[in-house]
């Protein structure tokens, strides 16, 4: 069993950064691709993008590609979320999440078996 611990949220106004960290304890965390989730007030969780368990291949959800980056280094068990360019529009609760399925790029919450229990990003205008 994976447990996953988010930090790194905060407050930051926008056209600002943030970078979220996603630490891993138990199981064996290289051997599963990370996705990236976030649920603001009132809407439903959405992904917003993934990696795979090498590194190899990122996929980010249009909203967000080329702002955000997501990196991992495995000898740290531990999965970055790069945030640039923050809008208001980022605020929201963001979730880590493990999937050991072959198409964890697609985003499908059911794909996803171990969370983080998130961590809240506040982006002021």
């Known amino acids: 069993q994976v447990q996953l611990v988010e930090s790194g949220g905060g407050r930051v106004q926008a056209g600002g950064s943030l970078r979220l960290s996603c630490a891993a304890s138990?199981?064996?965390?290289?051997?599963?691709?990370v996705g990236w989730f976030r649920q603001a007030p009132g809407k439903e969780r959405e992904f917003i993008g993934g990696?795979?368990?090498?590194?190899?291949?990122?996929a980010y959800t249009d909203s967000v590609r080329g702002r955000f980056t997501i990196s991992r280094d495995n000898a740290k068990k531990t999965v970055y979320l790069q945030m640039n360019s923050l809008i208001p529009e980022d605020t929201a609760v963001y979730y880590c999440?493990?999937?050991?399925?072959?198409?964890?790029?697609?985003?499908?919450?059911?794909?996803?078996?171990?969370w983080g229990q998130g961590t809240q990003v506040t982006v002021s205008s």
């Open positions: 999440a493990t999937s050991a399925s072959g198409s964890w790029y697609d985003g499908n919450y059911f794909d996803y078996n171990y």
């Open positions: 138990g199981g064996t965390f290289s051997m599963y691709a």
């Open positions: 990696i795979n368990w090498s590194g190899g291949s990122v």
